[in-house]
Nanobody, 121 residues
Framework: QVQLVESGGGLVQAGGSLRLSCAAS????????MGWFRQAPGKKREFVAGSGLSTYYADSVKGRFTISRDNAKNTVYLQMNRLAPEDTAIYYCAASSGRVVSGTDHDYAYWGRGTQVTVSS
């Protein structure tokens, strides 16, 4: 059974940093694209960053967030710097069955339960 478990969320002041982790089990994802999405209250889930054959970021997080992965640990990370209140959301880790990063959540087969990130002003 495939499981993705996020951790590292929390409450941080604007300008601060957090590092999210997503540990995968049940399957090796080293050859597959993995992504981070987020969903703020009252808004649709949106793509944040993805790592596969290439790395992609949403325009809103470019230069502030960095996605990385440790394939030996089957874990993907999201380093978030210079956080702003508009980054407040539940952050979800997702794993694709392919190697190409997609910004569409329908292209990801596996999802974690999410971790809350709250940025205070």
């Amino acid at each position: 059974q495939v499981q993705l478990v996020e951790s590292g969320g929390g409450l941080v002041q604007a300008g601060g940093s957090l590092r999210l982790s997503c540990a995968a089990s049940g399957r090796t994802f080293s050859s597959y694209a993995m992504g981070w999405f987020r969903q703020a209250p009252g808004k649709k889930r949106e793509f944040v960053a993805g790592s596969g054959l290439s790395t992609y970021y949403a325009d809103s997080v470019k230069g502030r967030f960095t996605i990385s992965r440790d394939n030996a640990k089957n874990t993907v990370y999201l380093q978030m710097n210079r956080l702003a209140p508009e980054d407040t959301a539940i952050y979800y880790c997702a794993a694709s069955s392919g190697r190409v990063v997609s910004g569409t959540d329908h292209d990801y087969a596996y999802w974690g339960r999410g971790t809350q990130v709250t940025v205070s002003s």
